[in-house]
């Protein structure tokens, strides 16, 4: 008789909402998310045949993911019958310098891990919050962080590097990267053609990054020392002139929290659109030049991030579309390709139209592809290889 898999949780918590899962192996058990947390939350849940499940009760209301996780563990446990949960992974944006692949936690990587929330105070925070929500309700449970710059840590010193004093690179201040968990799906996911050759792959969501990969591994990418670089997102402004910021706190009298407050959370598509939305499926359905515009504006900023990396890499060979905008955001893939079309891609119209996975034609010289990211997986195949090992 054949051993069943062991069960993973998995927990990806954002500011407002919590992604749960389990997996034995490689199939996904069951899924649940808990959204608007801390004003309105809700949950709904699924199994592996995509089957609603009643979800979890949310009483009382979770005012942030540590409570949500509190709520999640025995909900979780009650679905499964009894089967014991053999650990628990989670997403952790930053892992700072020394962290290039997942580890079991500890207090002591705990506190550390504390030390970077200044370097992710959107994200961070709310990553380290269920850790501790589960460790007070089952300390012997394992549990794994899965750090979303490991991947990064790849990348040549001088694709890491700031143009600054020694003294303070050394500090730590230099380029990280972010999205690793989804680049480090994506490279598992790649066609064998492209598994070794040249590819950038544009992880385009609320948050937007690039990453220049060489034979699967990062090379370069758009995202800095905070998930606050590279390009414009949803709410954050991407890349700005640092004389901006100076300009906003000495001329215009900003403290250092009102910068923050301006660049991470009223920027993006959502300054660019004159406040109408951060949500590029509202840009794309509105006639309001507004909008237009802040669309026009992102992909520009895509197919310069591409064509730049593609120099890192000395030439391409394929360009991965994946997250919410790239895999369902067939005007703005387009828009994208027809910019770089200088390099040697030819876009395939109609199988963009229907989200490819080849939505470059036969005769192009550039791959293009579009593919579906799955970060719980990631998440999942790491926390049993290191917890179970």
């Known amino acids: ?64 993911p540590g409570e949500a996780a509190s709520l999640l563990l025995p909900w979780l446990r009650a679905q499964l019958g009894g089967q014991a949960l053999s650990a628990i992974g989670h997403r952790v944006v930053h892992g700072g310098a020394h962290h290039a692949r997942p580890e079991r936690i500890t207090p002591a990587l705990l506190a550390e891990l504390e030390g970077l929330v200044p370097l992710a105070p959107l994200h961070e925070p709310h990553n380290l919050a269920p850790i501790r929500a589960i460790a007070a309700l089952e300390p012997a449970l394992p549990q794994v962080a899965c750090f979303d710059t490991a991947f990064h840590r790849s990348m040549p010193a001088v694709n890491q590097a700031f143009a600054i004093p020694a003294a303070l690179a050394d500090s730590g201040i230099r380029r990280y990267g972010f999205h690793g968990l989804s680049y480090d799906y994506i490279a ?152 770089l079309a200088w390099l040697g891609v030819t876009l395939d119209e109609a199988a963009n139209a229907t989200h490819g996975p080849r939505i470059s034609t036969a005769d192009s010289r550039i791959t293009a592809l579009v593919l579906p990211t799955d970060e719980e997986r990631m998440i999942a195949r790491h926390t049993a290889s290191l917890a179970l090992s």
């Open 188 to 339: 598992g996911a790649l066609p064998p053609p492209l598994r070794q050759g040249r590819v950038v792959v544009a992880h385009l969501g609320n948050g937007a990054s690039a990453c220049a990969m060489r034979a699967g591994v990062s090379v370069a990418t758009t995202m800095g020392f905070t998930a606050l670089d590279g390009l414009p997102m949803g709410t954050r402004s991407g890349a700005i002139d640092p004389g901006v910021v100076l300009h906003l706190m000495q001329a215009r009298g900003m403290g250092a929290d009102e910068v923050q407050d301006l660049l991470y959370k009223r920027s993006g598509l959502l300054g660019l659109s004159g406040g109408l939305s951060s949500d590029m499926r509202d840009l794309l359905a509105s006639d309001d030049p507004r909008a237009a515009f802040a669309v026009e504006v992102f992909c520009i900023a895509v197919a310069r991030a591409i064509a730049s990396l593609a120099v890192t890499l000395g030439g391409l060979d394929g360009i991965v579309f994946t997250a919410g905008i790239g895999e369902h955001a067939a005007p703005v893939r387009a828009a994208v390709l027809r910019q």
């Open 1 to 64: 008789m054949t051993k069943a898999p062991p069960l993973i949780g998995v927990i990806n918590a954002g500011s407002s909402s919590v992604k749960a899962a389990v997996f034995a192996g490689e199939q996904r058990v069951l899924s649940c998310v808990v959204e608007g947390i801390g004003a309105h939350p809700a949950a709904r849940a699924k199994d592996a045949a995509g089957t609603a499940l009643p979800p979890p009760a949310l009483d009382p209301a979770p005012r942030n």
